[in-house]
């Protein structure tokens, strides 16, 4: 069967192309907002990506990412019972804390080990095709918001299993929503890059992120510490983790949280942006 | 209109080994003063030197030269994989880089979501990914193995799925490594045709070959790389007795 090809198969859409303009500072820069807005012109391939990974992942199982939401709850309930039991805990007041933090928590921990492998799973398609390396990003942001999604209702049970609900304030949660995905796709160049160039970084950052959790108000909560908690300012998970949670539970976050939160945030973002212009162009030689 | 020029492009490798890949290594390097001497083994490979040339529709470029001359670290810095440490390179069309049969796929995803990841690469929209879908499961025969993940393939099978979607979709320029791959006689007559269809509905073609009747029949302009550098540009005829003469010679 000779396969002729037919004048209507896909032609590509015409594009242009400029790589290396030397080391100045203006070119790269505009080479690597380029591949911001490239990468982002390119969002249904992200999320195509992020979901497939998702679906791979579960792939055979029975529940699919359905696990994740049985063993979060599973997680929040022993914690619960067990925390009221030890520690006296009013389970009112303690439990939605508790289940909305570990939610949280875990996107968001989750996201920062998953960000480490942001290019190095995707070396033969960096090898293959010029990609622009934000895509990479979009789709690890992606997988993660879609396994925050699939725990989301544990968090919904509880809240409603005990009667409480927010109200409207709830939705302030917004824009820390967005910072947060602003700093998450910060998060996943500044770390991805890193780590195809240090290949011991991975257990650096999952050992910093363990101790970030000791030291962050997941498991206890802030007023717990009274006076002692003032270095809780210098922790940026803290402030950056009340935007979210604080409306959701009702309260409306004070504007000092707010300020240091988008601090951390902007000098985050700088530091990932001026990482990304510099070597945006040897990531494909580290590979 | 499609054209690409190069200008003044080199390319040099970093080679990391063992400690260079360490932060902590690094760090300790430096601060003991150690950089520079035996602290970070940082050897660089001159990949290509001072490429310049320029291309336009109709020009179909062959690239000739030993293994190792940047044949292939060409190819790769033309579609925009590798970026040159000076120079730079500008093309404009859209370009389809076949420099191996993997095509960067997944191995782990089914052949009909590879396919539709390269649709959406491309910039497809969805009605023209189904079309992909249909002319690649056509050609690659691959039937029910669609749907099961592409670890599962056969090696033909790979090259069948690969082939049927680099060949699926018309790029303005098109780039090709050594690409002929050995398959079954049937194979063989059914990727000929389809190939060249793709190679003619390119404006710009530039292949890399060893094989010196694939250079004679597409191509109307060779460069010959040695070392990494432009030994000699010119017409086919011309530029391929210089290199068959110092082959012979050697």
Not at chain 1, 34 to 46: F, K, S, T
Not at chain 1, 107 to 135: H, K
Not at chain 2, 36 to 47: F, I, L, N, S, Y
């Amino acid at each position: 069967m000779d396969q002729a090809l037919d004048h209507t198969a896909p032609l590509l859409p015409p594009s242009h192309m400029e790589v290396g303009t030397g080391p100045t500072n203006g070119g790269r820069v505009r080479q690597a907002v380029a591949d911001v807005a490239d990468g982002a012109a390119l969002w249904r391939l992200g999320l195509t990506l992020g979901w497939l990974d998702i679906k791979l992942r579960y792939r055979g199982s029975m529940l699919g990412p359905f696990w994740l939401t049985i063993s979060t709850a599973i997680w929040i309930a022993a914690m619960g019972a067990l925390y009221s039991l030890l520690f006296h805990m009013d389970l009112h007041g303690y439990l939605p804390f508790l289940a909305l933090s570990l939610v949280l928590w875990t996107a968001f921990g989750g996201l920062v080990g998953d960000a480490c492998n942001t290019f190095l799973q995707s070396e033969a398609t960096i090898r293959a095709m010029r990609m622009p390396y934000f895509v990479h990003a979009v789709r690890v942001v992606v997988r993660t918001v879609i396994g925050l999604a699939h725990n989301i209702p544990v968090v919904v049970v509880v809240f409603a299993l005990l009667g409480l609900w927010p109200g409207r304030v709830a939705f302030w949660c917004i824009p820390g929503l967005v910072v947060w995905t602003i700093d998450s796709f910060a998060i996943c160049i500044a770390l991805g890059t890193l780590c195809a160039r240090f290949r011991d970084i991975p257990p650096i950052v999952a050992s910093i992120m363990q101790i970030a959790f000791f030291i962050t108000p997941i498991m206890w909560q802030p007023q717990q510490l009274g006076t002692h908690g003032w270095w809780l300012k210098l922790n940026p998970f803290y402030d950056l983790l009340e935007v979210v949670r604080q409306p959701l539970l009702g309260a409306v976050p004070t504007v000092q949280m707010w300020l240091a939160a988008a601090l951390y945030s902007v000098l985050f973002c700088v530091l990932t942006s001026m990482l990304f212009v510099r070597v945006r162009g040897r990531l494909a030689f580290w590979m | 209109m499609a054209s690409m020029v190069v200008e003044n492009v080199s390319v040099d490798f970093p080679l990391y080994h063992g400690s260079a890949r360490s932060l902590k290594k690094t760090m300790f390097a430096r601060a003991a003063g150690r950089l520079g001497e035996d602290g970070q083994h940082r050897t660089v490979v001159q990949a290509l030197r001072d490429i310049n040339f320029a291309l336009s529709t109709g020009d179909r470029l062959g690239l000739i030269g030993t293994n190792g001359a940047g044949k292939t670290t060409l190819l790769r810095t033309l579609a925009g994989i590798y970026e040159p440490t000076c120079g730079r390179v500008i093309v404009d069309g859209g370009i389809n880089a076949l420099l191996d049969t993997q095509l960067g796929m997944n191995p782990e995803l089914t052949g009909r979501e590879n396919i539709l990841l390269r649709g959406l690469y491309s910039g497809l929209g969805r009605s023209r990914i189904r079309q992909l879908e249909e002319d690649v499961q056509d050609f690659a025969e691959l039937g029910a193995f669609m749907d099961l993940p592409m670890r599962m393939y056969s090696s033909g099978m790979v090259v069948r799925l690969g082939f049927g979607l680099a060949t699926a979709i018309n790029p303005q320029v098109l780039l090709m490594d050594e690409w002929f791959m050995a398959g079954d006689a049937r194979f063989m007559a059914k990727a000929r045709g389809r190939l060249e269809n793709v190679v003619q509905g390119a404006e710009i073609l530039v292949l890399s070959s060893h094989q010196n009747d694939a250079i004679r029949a597409w191509c109307t302009r060779v460069i010959w790389l040695d070392h990494g550098r432009m030994r000699a540009d010119g017409g086919v005829d011309e530029v391929l007795s210089l290199y068959m003469g110092q082959q012979a010679a050697a």
